[in-house]
């Protein structure tokens, strides 16, 4: 077996090695960024070059709006800043409140302060968590293009596809969408009529590694790259599918990557590591992770639910 470059390497066991061997050294992935303020947001963006990333979602807080989308609480003192979970432990869901006008108007200063602060090169993404309507997206992409984001993330509920076409025409600010859908149906008009860039199904809610690739194949012949979802509820044995996967997938373009909490790494005893902004499978056979049912008997299953989104006058609003 050899590796990209022609070098000899022991790597015959390993899953990406029999999907066809490895197409690059490591996987680009981008970390959550967040903040309740500009000065928050900064510290989160520095804490996560700090960890090794390279890329960066951007998520902010909406000035007269509370708890919204993507912004993780304050750390508690001295401790560890952990990924933002969207998920509540509690008897019965929390409740957030939306204003698309609101957000609309503060999106656009916000990555504006950022590019300021941290420069061109840095690559930049934003979820819009499918809450506006195509026009708004539409908008929202022409208002950002100025900050050369690498994509503007389900900025429309994923399921009309044709919403897209308005969409695409309006604005050069790449799009990505997917994490919503299970098959290769989901995608046909957006993967055929060039109105996406990425993709973001994961392999856990696609069918596994099979359909998986077979959905990379199809966005491969329009030059549609993978943006495969890897919040912390894809399990490690998940965020390792995709990473066999994507190292062995020529049209790779990033990978997400949430860390996982500590009790969560005590019950899948992962090989995969992250350095430099990139993320590397590993070398053990298969995917690389162990179950460790014991420790997975001491963590037994607690209740918990991602938050109601509520309009400001008390209406239902896509989450
Ligand atoms: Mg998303």
Redesign the pocket.
């Known amino acids: 077996m050899l590796d990209i470059r022609g070098a000899p390497c022991e790597r015959a066991g390993v899953r990406s090695a029999l999907l066809g061997g490895q197409s690059r050294d490591g996987l680009l992935a981008y970390g959550h960024a967040s903040g309740a303020d500009e000065a928050a947001l900064f510290d989160s963006i520095r804490e996560h070059q700090a960890l090794g990333y390279r890329a960066i979602r951007v998520q902010t807080a909406v000035p007269g709006l509370g708890s919204v989308y993507g912004v993780a609480s304050a750390p508690a003192a001295g401790g560890d800043r952990y990924d933002y979970e969207p998920a509540r432990r509690a008897a019965v869901p929390t409740e957030e409140a939306w204003d698309t006008r609101a957000y609309l108007r503060h999106l656009p200063r916000v990555f504006e302060a950022v590019r300021a602060e941290f420069g061109p090169e840095l690559p930049l993404l934003h979820?819009a968590?499918h809450r506006l309507t195509p026009v708004q997206a539409a908008s929202l992409g022409k208002a950002l293009e100025p900050y050369d984001l690498f994509w503007l993330?389900?900025c429309t509920p994923a399921e009309n596809q044709e919403a897209f076409r308005l969409i695409r025409q309006h604005t050069t600010t790449p799009l990505a969408t997917g994490?919503v859908f299970n098959t290769v149906w989901d995608y046909q008009t957006l993967i055929r009529e060039q109105l996406i860039d990425y993709v973001r199904s994961a392999v856990t809610h696609t069918g596994g590694i099979t359909p998986m690739r077979r959905l990379l194949d199809f966005a491969a012949q329009y030059q549609i790259k993978s943006g495969m979802h890897g919040p912390t509820d894809i399990s490690p044995v998940g965020m390792a599918a995709a990473l066999h996967l994507g190292l062995a997938t020529h049209n790779f373009g990033i990978q997400e990557y949430m860390r996982h909490s500590p009790v969560t790494l005590e019950v899948f005893r992962t090989s995969y590591t992250f350095q430099d902004g990139y993320l590397h499978p590993g070398e053990n056979h298969g995917l690389g992770v162990e179950l460790d049912l014991a420790a997975a008997r001491a963590h037994p299953y607690e209740p918990a639910y991602l938050p109601v989104n509520r309009q400001l006058d008390g209406t239902v609003h896509d989450w």
């Open positions: 979820d968590h993330e389900d994490e």
